[in-house]
C-alpha cells in the first residue's frame, strides 16, 4: 500500500529548527490535502496543520508561526519546516493525507523530533 513516509527527524536544541521531507512510498498523482501528525508516548497521533494542494495551510495553534509546510503541487516531496522548537515539540512527526479528517494512507514509521539541550 502506498505510504507517504516522514524523514529528517533528529535532535535539536530549543530553539532550533528542522526541515523534514515527506515522500510517497511510491509514483502517486493527485494526492489531495496532506497533513502532518505527530505522536508522543501514551497519546493518540494528533494533526499538526495540513495543507492543500495550491499551498493553503492550517496548523493547530500551538504551532503557528513556527511551523510550515511549503507546497505548490498535488504530489510529493513536500517538505515541512519547524522552528522555534520548544520542550512540548518533541514527538515521532508522520505525513498522511488529511481528507475530510481521514488519513487515507497506511501510515508509515515517522519520523523522531528530539528536542533537548
Known amino acids: 500500500q502506498v505510504q507517504l513516509v516522514a524523514s529528517g527527524g533528529g535532535l535539536v536544541q530549543p530553539g532550533g529548527s528542522l526541515s523534514l521531507s515527506c515522500i510517497a512510498s511510491?509514483?502517486?498523482?493527485?494526492?489531495?490535502?496532506m497533513g502532518w501528525y505527530r505522536q508522543t508516548p501514551g497519546k493518540r497521533r494528533e494533526l499538526v496543520a495540513n495543507v492543500s494542494s495550491s499551498g493553503r495551510a492550517n496548523y493547530r495553534d500551538s504551532v503557528k508561526g513556527r511551523f510550515s509546510i511549503p507546497r505548490d503541487h498535488a504530489e510529493t516531496p513536500v517538505y515541512p519546516h519547524m522552528e522555534g522548537l520548544k520542550p512540548e515539540d518533541p514527538a515521532v512527526y508522520y505525513c498522511?493525507?488529511?481528507?475530510?479528517?481521514?488519513?487515507?494512507?497506511?501510515w508509515g514509521p515517522g519520523t523522531q523530533v528530539t528536542v533537548s539541550s
Open positions: 498522511n493525507t488529511d481528507l475530510g479528517g481521514i488519513a487515507d494512507y497506511s
Open positions: 511510491e509514483t502517486v498523482f493527485n494526492i489531495g490535502a
